[in-house]
């Protein structure tokens, strides 16, 4: 293969840098869109995630586990419910809680939590609005370790003192929310 003589990817990178020059003469940017709208995600967009603490146990004789995750949240617009995704999962405890923690707790409304199979997705509504700002979403639930290459599995084998067990991970992202709510 030929390369390219210096000087003529010298021009290329001119060129392209050139394309990115602005003017006295060019028009001012427009605004960028909101903080909202900038979040990537099938999910609506007034919450971004900020940080996930998680945590789960696996009880591989019964193809199960409990989980629990913590999300640190922003609130980029005023809400009253969270909608997540999360698949094959069954939740206990929610709690949500303002300034990473340290503030009063918001309670769910009396639906609570509402868990839709079909978009894997998993909807909690809270009693009041949570205002703009940081939060700190707690989430307890349980799962099932998988026998195919889905989320947390499990695949036996034999070995020199019989079967075993050993439990391995897919996360794709439609296999991730088998695991955890995300």
Request: with cysteine.
């Amino acid at each position: 293969m030929r390369s390219l003589p210096l000087v003529s990817l010298l021009a290329i990178t001119a060129c392209l840098l050139a394309g990115c020059a602005t003017t006295r003469d060019t028009q001012p940017a427009a605004p960028p869109p909101a903080a909202a709208a900038q979040i990537p995600s099938q999910l609506p967009r007034n919450i971004r995630p900020l940080h996930y603490s998680i945590s789960v146990a696996p009880d591989a004789a019964n193809l199960r586990f409990t989980g629990r995750t913590d999300i640190c949240i922003e609130v980029l617009e005023a809400t009253d419910s969270l909608t997540l995704h999360a698949a094959e999962l069954e939740f206990g405890e929610v709690s949500i809680a303002s300034s990473g923690g340290r503030g009063a707790q918001v309670a769910l409304s009396p639906t609570g939590t509402e868990v839709d199979a079909d978009a894997q997705t998993a909807t909690f509504r809270f009693a009041r609005p949570l205002a703009p700002g940081r939060y700190l979403l707690g989430l307890n639930y349980s799962g099932r370790i998988n026998t195919q290459a889905a989320g947390l599995f499990a695949l036996d084998y034999q070995d020199a003192q019989g079967p075993k067990r050993a439990l391995f991970t897919q996360f794709e992202a439609p296999d991730a929310r088998r695991f955890f709510p995300s």
